[in-house]
């Protein structure tokens, strides 16, 4: 891939990922609920309404996790804080080298990124490549800590949206 065509996939799967997060928060009202949890064993994305109570559910795959301190990034296949399961759950990322010929897609270490803005465009990619519905970005609960971006692959309303 070129660094033209490269520059136009991502302006492609980027424009694609802002449309998917309007449709899943217009649908689920991912921007309004009161907080989240994510539970690894079974890969499950949860949100809670103001009244805390469940209501909506995600089927996810890991992409990765971005560090504001350090600016870096690490894989979800690479990360070994993430179950096996989760882990090879996210190992078609890895095909993204081959298809851009950016050897990013393949490391194994956290690299440095610009920024938050490229977190999102990996998420982007991701996205796109595993033909999800979009991302939700877990916000650390302490300002340090990496933020980890979730693909979605599937989403039902539950409890009180359903």
């Known amino acids: 891939m ?9 302006a492609k799967v980027y424009d694609e990922l802002e449309s998917k ?35 909506a559910e995600a089927d996810v795959v ?4 971005f560090s504001p301190k350090s ?16 882990r090879e759950k996210a190992l078609p990322l890895k ?24 977190a999102w465009e990996l998420a982007a990619m991701a996205v796109h490549h595993l033909g999800a519905l979009g991302c939700y970005r877990a916000a650390a ?3 340090d800590a990496p933020h980890t971006y979730l693909a979605i692959t599937g989403m039902r309303s539950v409890g009180a949206l359903s």
């Open 95 to 118: 095909q993204l080298e081959g298809y851009t010929g950016f050897d990013l897609f393949g490391n194994e270490g956290t690299f440095s990124v610009a920024g938050e803005t490229m």
């Open 21 to 55: 997060q309007a449709e899943l928060n217009s649908t689920y009202g991912l921007g309004e609920m009161k907080r989240w949890w994510f539970e690894q064993q079974g890969a499950k994305l949860q949100f809670f309404d103001d009244n805390d109570r469940l209501a």
């Open 71 to 86: 600016g870096t990034w690490k894989w979800a296949w690479s990360n070994s804080t993430l179950l096996p399961e989760l």
């Open 141 to 143: 609960s302490t300002p």
């Open 2 to 10: 070129t660094d033209e065509e490269f520059d136009a996939f991502l």
């Open 62 to 65: 890991g992409i990765g996790s």
